[in-house]
């Protein structure tokens, strides 16, 4: 069965510093993944997504994330984070029909 | 409309009683999904609709749980005899036919059961 693992929990980086939040996956198939993030108080809100072709997906607000099918993995990165970026983020797979999240990762700015 | 809406945004219900959520999905979009997100945890997938097919129940956590959509538009989900463990956001969010560009979630609803 397909599964997502974000192994931290907590993520604290300082404003301007550069980001990086993992994410592991299990699937049979050649996946189709999602990174999510969730604002306080606020729905989830797509960020990127990839389903085949360039393995490095950009996305909004600066982020991107890269594909690695020997890892099994999709990092989230971003160059230079901002106070704004605080949020919960939730890296997903899709499986047969629905997709299935992770646990998320809780990031803190520092200022 | 222009995204999914969900209502009502907050409830407080005293244990033992039914409460009904709502969700109005985008136009056209046929995929309808419930999600609930208990505090400081992850999403936990509840229940698919997919046009006219069989909703795929498989993440009811009990039989007090069910859910009902009217063709391609409104769902509702009910919760009967509420318990404490209840207690947490239920996220709706719909998608062209098999998800496959991502789902719009609306802003959920948060049960709170006292």
């Known amino acids: 069965a397909q599964s997502v693992t974000q192994p931290d929990i907590h993520i604290t980086v300082s404003e301007g510093a550069s980001l990086e939040l993992r994410c592991n996956y299990s699937?049979?198939?050649?996946?189709?993944l999602f990174w999510y993030v969730q604002s306080p108080g606020q729905g989830l809100q797509l960020l990127l997504k990839?389903?085949?072709?360039?393995?490095l997906v950009q996305g909004i607000k600066g982020f991107e994330a890269e594909f690695k099918r020997s890892q099994s993995s999709f990092n989230l990165r971003k160059p230079s984070v901002h106070w704004s970026d605080a949020a919960e983020y939730f890296c997903?797979?899709?499986?047969?029909?629905?997709?299935?999240f992770g646990k998320g990762t809780r990031l803190h700015i520092l200022p | 409309g222009a995204g999914v809406s969900q209502s009502p945004s907050n409830k407080v219900t005293e244990k033992g009683k039914d409460v009904e959520l709502r969700c109005d999905p985008i136009?056209?979009?046929?995929?309808l999904y419930w999600y609930r997100q208990r505090l400081g945890q992850g999403l936990e997938f509840l229940i698919y609709?997919?046009?006219?097919?069989?909703?795929?129940k498989s993440g009811l956590p009990s039989d007090r749980f069910s859910a009902e959509r009217t063709g391609e538009s409104v769902s509702t989900l009910t919760i009967q005899r509420t318990q404490q463990e209840d207690s947490a956001v239920y996220l709706c969010?719909?998608?062209?036919?098999?998800?496959?560009?991502?789902?719009?979630f609306g802003s959920g609803t948060r049960l709170t059961v006292v």
């Open positions: 969010a719909s998608s062209t036919p098999g998800g496959f560009w991502g789902y719009t």
């Open positions: 699937y049979g198939a050649t996946p189709y």
């Open positions: 990839y389903f085949s072709g360039d393995t």
């Open positions: 997903a797979v899709e499986g047969r029909d629905k997709i299935i």
């Open positions: 136009s056209g979009h046929t995929a």
């Open positions: 609709f997919q046009g006219n097919s069989a909703p795929d």
